[in-house]
């Protein structure tokens, strides 16, 4: 399995950024695919997770209302879209994928652990 990232950059607080994440070496549509992040000095965190199955989304409590994942199944790339950005989202943002048609459904329970296989991560820089 390879997960690629793009996207990142440094945004002023207040804008947006689309990430990509570009998944290959798996049948998608057996796979749950997240987004965490982790900041300096901070732990990783989960940001959201999309189910390939019906399309059904989860999100941290701080990305609800403010971030969008959805996929482009066709592709095997999923997105995270970022609006109303602030100096706090800056971390490196990492696209993961977890084994499991209905892996997402139990968001709220996951960590980091459960998901087998990592993007590279890409970098947010939210400037105030």
């Known amino acids: 399995v390879q997960l690629v990232e793009s996207g990142g950059g440094l945004v002023e607080a207040g804008g947006s950024l689309r990430l990509s994440c570009a998944a290959s070496g798996l049948n998608f549509a057996d796979y749950g695919l997240g987004w965490f992040r982790q900041a300096p000095g901070k732990e990783r965190e989960g940001v959201a997770c999309?189910?390939?199955?019906?399309?059904?989304?989860y999100y941290a409590d701080f990305a609800t209302g403010r971030f969008t994942i959805s996929s482009a199944n066709a592709n095997n790339t999923i997105y995270l879209q970022m609006n109303s950005l602030k100096p706090v989202d800056t971390a490196v943002y990492y696209c993961?994928?977890?084994?499991?048609?209905?892996?997402?459904?139990?968001?709220?329970?996951?960590?980091?652990?459960?998901?087998?296989?990592w993007g590279q991560g890409t970098q947010v820089t939210v400037s105030s």
């Open positions: 999309y189910s390939t199955t019906d399309g059904s989304t």
């Open positions: 993961a994928a977890i084994e499991g048609i209905d892996a997402c459904s139990s968001w709220s329970r996951l960590v980091d652990s459960d998901f087998g296989s």
